[in-house]
């Protein structure tokens, strides 16, 4: 899982990029590319001069590296007695390195070496196969169980075991040398290497090109490590990652046709990739849930979005931060133009490294989000208050909203989906009015600096019972209200009434000056004058 989409070798100094992918620094080169290696989006800086690396991502990585290093180490050591012909304590440190990760295919790969090397080619085998039923799709245990078979004198077996190496891995030359010096020498056979359309096709095909070779150029570690990382203290483990697990992944791209390098190719290949497959398990052990929690609000990540600083916070977490000033809570960076490009994607490998450590927590986290959306989104018990200015059932009301709070509370308007909120007058004493009107969002356009134009229209009016705050904003229980109807004088009274108020209002419309004209540019022209005026009993022009 902490491999770099890239490489496909575990990630080093991961860099999360605009889209919520994340990759190795090196692999992403000196500038980032246009685009997303993985999900092809079009890649922002967004005010930081170049990449940096996401901290928490670095923090687990340290964290559970670190038995990979061991393991790596280790497995240097078995081979390096094997290259000076020391078998014996070669299988004496790979036997003691089985039993202390039986999980490792890198260690149970040098134990058959180590076999193989002291002629014991039938426990050879039983590791191999081990490997080959844990890890089916690495080529690498299928192409040494066929050298051990070769060994064993069986040659047709060991032909097979190298086509399904290469049915796995086209590219890998190895296999497919061996194979040649097989068939050339059973020369009776010629058509059984041209069978393989793997073979054949890569007749001409210079330099070993893994499939997973890095898509970008990488630059030199020096370089990378002259920019000011925001990972603190990490100086002498990352050289422990760059020399122990992890060579630079533009190594493998090097044309090389000598049979000594190749095989020098081979066994860091078989180090990298073994240490990225047996991160998962470790990733239990080793993470507790502070290191996925957000520095804001002290729990777990929810929707975790990385800025382009490399520091992580839930997204409404940072959202609110933002509301108050553009810039990371941690490191003060400027965030003006992530604000701007508005797209807070998550951080897609933190979310899945959470759903893998924690799935129980993360569901938790998730009911509780619920919760509270729940509580945000109920219409009549504690509903958000704009305390502005006077609003009318069917009567636009457009806002500008500037205020934090404000922000917040039109943020949560829309995230659980209400799209609404009531609108009342401030009064003396008593923060906002006794009688207030429910403004539905019909349209918001949001400027770069995170304000906005809120274009809303009025609903029902209600009555305050009960006066609140949340997060800075007020809040009511309300109830909505309904007008009573009525007859005989009573009504021909009221129609009176109507009638002489639509005039006023006809005349004021009319009558051009600047107060009228701004009614007009701010709520639209005078509605119809109503054949029925009883027959909408929460008000003209409201839906509900
Ligand atoms: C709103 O909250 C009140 C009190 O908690 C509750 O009785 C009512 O059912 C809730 N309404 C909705 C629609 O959830
Ligand atoms: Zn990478
Ligand atoms: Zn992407
Ligand atoms: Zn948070
Ligand atoms: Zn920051």
Request: charge should be negative.
């Amino acid at each position: 899982m902490l491999r770099c989409p890239s490489c496909l070798l575990l990630l080093w100094k991961p860099v999360t990029v605009s889209c919520g992918h994340s990759f190795c620094k090196p692999c992403l080169g000196g500038a980032l590319p246009p685009r997303c290696p993985l999900c092809q989006e079009r890649l922002k800086l967004l005010g930081v001069g170049t990449a940096r690396c996401n901290v928490v991502l670095c923090g687990l990585l340290e964290k559970c590296v670190e038995r990979e290093i061991r393991l790596a180490w280790l497995v240097a050591h078995v081979r390096d007695r094997l290259t000076r012909g020391d078998a014996e304590e070669a299988l004496r440190m790979a036997q003691k390195g089985v039993e202390l990760a039986p999980d490792a295919s890198s260690l149970r790969l040098c134990r058959a070496e180590a076999f193989a090397a002291l002629g014991q080619h039938q426990r050879a085998l039983e590791d191999l196969d081990t490997v080959c039923k844990a890890e089916p799709g690495e080529h690498e245990g299928f192409f040494r169980k066929g050298k051990v078979l070769l060994k064993m004198g069986q040659r047709a077996e060991a032909l097979m075991a190298w086509e399904h190496c290469l049915t796995l891995s086209p590219h890998f030359h190895p296999a497919r040398r061996e194979m040649e010096k097989i068939l050339a020498e059973d020369a009776p056979q010629p058509c059984t290497a041209a069978a393989h359309p793997g073979v054949a096709h890569q007749g001409s095909t210079g330099p070993q090109v893994d499939e997973g070779s890095p898509v970008f150029p990488s630059s030199s570690p020096q370089v990378q490590d002259q920019e000011g990382e925001p990972a603190d203290g990490r100086g002498d483990t990352e050289h422990g990652h760059g020399t122990a697990t992890l060579s630079q992944p533009g190594r493998q791209q090097e044309p090389d046709t000598s049979a000594e390098r190749q095989d020098r190719w081979l066994v860091d290949n078989e180090e990298e990739t073994a240490a990225a497959k047996d991160t998962q398990p470790s990733l239990w052990e080793l993470l507790s849930i502070s290191d996925l929690e957000c520095s804001l609000c002290i729990r777990m990540f929810f929707e975790p979005v990385t800025t382009p600083c490399g520091h992580t916070f839930c997204k409404e977490c940072l959202e609110r931060c933002l509301d108050h000033r553009p810039n990371c809570p941690l490191c003060k960076q400027s965030l003006r133009e992530y604000l701007k490009d508005g797209n807070y994607s998550p951080t897609v490998l933190l979310q899945d490294i959470m759903l893998a450590t924690f799935p129980a927590q993360l569901a938790q986290r998730r009911d509780l989000h619920q919760a509270e959306m729940a509580e945000l989104s109920n219409l009549t018990n504690n509903i958000p208050i704009f305390v502005c200015t006077m609003s009318f059932p069917g009567i636009a009301c457009p806002l500008h909203v500037f205020e934090p709070r404000y922000r917040l509370m039109i943020r949560r308007c829309q995230e659980t989906g209400t799209r609404r909120f009531g609108m009342c007058i401030y009064e003396d004493g008593k923060s906002f009015a006794d009688y207030g009107c429910m403004l539905e969002i019909r349209q918001i356009e949001l400027l770069a600096d995170g304000r906005s134009l809120v274009d809303t229209i009025g609903q029902r009016r209600f009555r305050v019972l009960s006066r609140g705050h949340r997060d800075g904003y007020n809040t009511a229980d309300i109830e909505y209200l309904e007008d009573k109807k009525v007859a005989g004088e009573e009504l021909q009274e009221l129609q009176c009434l109507h009638e002489s108020t639509y005039c006023l209002a006809q005349r004021f419309c009319e009558h051009g000056d600047l107060a009228s004209r701004h009614v007009l540019m701010q709520h639209g022209p005078l509605p119809e004058k109503e054949e029925d005026i009883q027959v909408m009993p929460c008000g003209k022009g409201c839906s509900e």
